[in-house]
């Protein structure tokens, strides 16, 4: 395949086409260069702010170091599981029952009327602990095992395992080492000289851990030592001992005299109670108190029925007599023996004219109302003759008197009434009489009563002392018989055991404790060396710290591909920011006439060497050409290092130092580039000298122009960017600028540098795009965390 033919072909249309884009450039938007100057920007580095995203990729991003980390705190801890002193556990269990020899005897509480004398299951226990945590019982543990041996932490020779080399050699190192430091702190006075003995009992009492679990009756006792012989001889040691001093302290000393003697004493005391009250009942010569109340109520009650009887009798006397009185005051002290009548004619006239007045009424009656005048008139007649009758026939009478019979019959019964009223009266007052003594002998047997109900209480109070002191007695008796025998609410549930497995140190804790710090250590390495970074290594760190929009980010590749076509553009990721820079640039479809402009001069600007700014230039080249259809030249303007024309140049063509230089023409420079529809012109400078390959900005600008006219889009690889360099200044001048950074190797402060000189020279900087980025995070897992690069 002949590569020239095509490419003849194309400068030929270019050329056709020169005039008119040049006319074009000349009505189009005015250039960058001619852009008035403002005020300059100038872009400072700020502290680096970790992102959740940040944070999630540290362990992907440091995991060399994570994993060095972790391995070197592994070897440390084996190092120290090595020299780590091994400690021995022996655990001894103790069962306690609450029962008759768990009674507390206190004299002092026994005094008293009420005596609380058993104990809780609670108070038990926590008496146990205190005894078996007391310094009394470690005191005896060290004088039967010995202060040497409990220092030492060995047994003396038994036939038992004895200590390795190492662990002789370990002990004797600290031992030195304690000697010597001991002698410093007593030669200061820091530390007071203390004896073995003292030494010893601090160490048991160190060594001791006393347990007893809720709601049970069981107390567990733990001894560490350097050997299991030791840490058993402890913990049995310190059980037995307890053994014996729970039989001492549950017996309260002479509790069982003290309860003879005030069995005793209460016994007299009762005795003595019983004689008194025997003593006043005889005195009043009481047999009993109820019969005695009993007779008295009945003569009380005798007395009360004859007194309402006799109160009865003289209120009906006095009634008598009032209506004695009353009948007599109505009958005359004279009656008429006798009575003559005498005959009178006018007497018998007026008689017959009564009667003939009543008959006329009596007709008149029948004929008139009440209220006639007639029968009214007649009536007043009647009357007035009836009272002159009467007049009439009390003067025609002769009558003889003699003493009424009643009223002398009257004054008997009065005389008799009388009589029985003052007898009443005197009843009355006898009844009285009596009854107040009733009354008073009632009183005084209350008060009998009361005096021998308190002597009954106090003999009931006396008796109850009696039968408390006789049971306190009886159970202070019980005791004695139980610590006679030693019997004790005590038991062994599990003997001290021996143990050869070392308590510490704990391998797997210590273990995961070593993997634990190495990770977290290294995850703090990381976390430290990332904020402490002075590179750009993510999309995220570009934009926090440049402040610009990134366009992208290309994942690290092993190697640039040879072939630009369009299985090239298959690499999703610079395909993609590719696009998003051509559709910055405004750049419009080849096939749409309508919407055709000026061509457009993109600059790939490296911040530093190795950033891959020349595949990016050849990547945005072949974008150009396939996904928009446009017709794209790529231009290597790196000085300082043209991998592009290594790669694709032809040493046989002119290049664009020949183009600045003025010797030829665009189309003379032109050549294809692979099998694709991109032309290419090469920076291999022809047959010129290496010297003379370098140009000012204002030339290679101009040829970039004469490039423009034959072309829709212009994409030129710019030298690194080395603070303001000629780069950076051309870069200012063209239509836009993509500046590629190279993710974990670019200097955030140079990148800065280099973006403000191009914001400060007027450069339209259509993004940042971050290459070469690390994927350290597995697909999977990024797509499930939603972790971007």
Not at 256 to 274: I, M, P, S, V, Y
Not at 468 to 497: C, G, H, M, W, Y
Not at 508 to 530: N, R, S, T
């Amino acid at each position: 395949m002949n590569p020239s033919a095509p490419v003849e072909e194309m400068t030929d249309s270019l050329s056709v086409e020169a005039d008119k884009k040049s006319s074009a450039k000349n009505n189009a938007e005015p250039s960058t260069a001619s852009r008035p100057a403002t005020g300059r920007a100038v872009r400072r580095r700020r502290p680096l702010e970790l992102s959740l995203n940040s944070l999630l990729q540290l362990p992907f991003v440091y995991l060399r170091l994570i994993a060095t980390s972790v391995i070197v705190a592994g070897l440390l801890t084996w190092v120290a599981l090595l020299i780590w002193p091994r400690t021995y556990q022996s655990e001894a269990k103790i069962l306690i029952l609450v029962g008759r020899e768990s009674v507390s005897l206190d004299p002092t509480v026994t005094t008293s009327q009420t005596l609380l004398l058993q104990k809780t299951q609670e108070e038990e226990i926590n008496s146990a602990l205190d005894i078996l945590t007391s310094r009394s019982v470690a005191e005896k543990v060290v004088e039967k095992i010995g202060a040497a041996a409990i220092l030492d932490g060995y047994l003396p020779s038994s036939g038992g395992a004895e200590p390795s080399s190492f662990e002789v050699f370990f002990d004797n190192t600290k031992a030195v080492a304690r000697g010597a430091l001991d002698k410093v702190l007593l030669t200061s006075g820091l530390r007071d000289p203390l004896s073995d003995h003292e030494l010893a009992v601090m160490k048991v009492l160190g060594a001791l851990e006393i347990e007893a679990p809720k709601k049970s009756t069981t107390i567990t006792i733990h001894a560490e030592s350097k050997s299991p012989g030791m840490a058993q001889a402890i913990a049995q040691t310190v059980m037995d001992t307890f053994m014996e001093q729970h039989l001492l302290v549950t017996k309260t000393k002479g509790s069982r005299q003290f309860f003879t003697t005030q069995k005793e004493g209460a016994e007299k005391g009762l005795h003595d109670l019983l004689n008194s009250k025997s003593q006043y009942m005889t005195e009043r010569k009481i047999v009993s108190v109820e019969a005695n109340r009993t007779m008295l109520k009945d003569q009380l009650s005798a007395i009360d029925r004859d007194l309402i009887v006799a109160i009865g009798e003289l209120t009906q006397t006095k009634a008598e007599i009032e209506g004695l009185i009353k009948g007599k005051d109505g009958l005359a002290s004279e009656i008429v023996a006798s009575k003559l009548e005498a005959s009178d004619n006018t007497w018998s006239g007026m008689r017959q004219r009564v009667y003939e007045l009543e008959l006329l009424e009596q007709s008149q009656t029948a004929i008139y109302t009440n209220a006639h005048p007639t029968l009214m008139k007649t009536r007043e007649q009647l009357d007035g003759a009836r009272e002159i009758l009467a007049k009439l026939d009390s003067e025609r009478m002769d009558e003889s008197t003699t003493p009424n019979p009643v009223v002398l019959q009257i004054e008997e019964q009065l005389q008799l009434r009388l009589a029985k009223l003052e007898g009443l009266k005197s009843i009355i007052e006898e009844k009285k009489s009596q009854k107040a003594t009733v009354e008073a002998q009632i009183e005084e047997l209350l008060e009998v009563e009361v005096q021998l109900t308190r002597m009954d209480n106090e003999i009931a109070v006396a008796s109850n002392k009696l039968r408390q002191v006789s049971e306190k007695e009886n159970e202070a008796l019980v005791i004695d018989d139980l610590l006679a025998e030693r019997i004790t609410n005590v038991s062994v549930f599990q003997p001290a055991s021996f143990v050869e497995r070392a308590l510490k140190p704990n391998k797997p804790l210590l273990a995961a404790a070593g993997i634990m710090l190495g990770l977290f250590g290294g995850i703090g390495l990381a976390f430290l060396k990332e904020i402490s970074a002075k590179t750009i290594r993510s999309v995220e760190q570009a934009e926090e710290v440049l402040r610009t929009e990134v366009v992208g980010a290309v994942a690290k590749r092993k190697s640039v591909p040879i072939k630009i076509d369009h299985r090239v553009l298959m690499e999703n990721d610079l395909r993609r920011a590719c696009g998003a820079v051509l559709t910055k640039a405004n750049v419009s479809d080849g096939d749409n006439e309508e919407s055709k402009t000026a061509s457009c001069v993109i600059g790939v600007l490296a911040v530093s060497r190795g950033a891959g700014g020349s595949t990016v230039a050849l990547s945005l080249a072949a974008t150009a050409a396939y996904d928009f259809g446009l017709k794209t030249i790529l231009v290597d303007g790196n000085e300082n290092n043209s991998e592009l024309t290594k790669v694709w140049g032809k040493n046989q063509l002119p290049g664009l130092v020949e183009l600045v230089q003025g010797d030829v023409s665009v189309a003379d420079c032109l050549q294809g580039l692979g099998d694709s529809d991109v032309l290419f012109i090469a920076n291999n400078g022809g047959e010129k000298k290496q010297g003379q390959s370098r140009s000012g900005w204002k030339a290679k600008y101009s040829a970039l122009a004469q490039v423009a006219n034959v072309a829709e889009v212009v994409i030129v690889d710019l030298s690194t960017a080395e603070s303001l360099s000629q780069a950076v200044v051309l870069a200012g001048k063209l239509d836009g600028v993509v500046l590629v950074v190279e993710s974990g190797k670019t200097d955030s402060q140079q990148a800065m540098d280099v973006l403000n000189g191009l914001t400060n020279g007027q450069a339209k900087v259509y993004g940042v795009l971050v290459n070469k980025v690390k994927n350290a995070v597995p697909t999977w897992l990024a797509n499930l965390l939603g972790i971007r690069s």
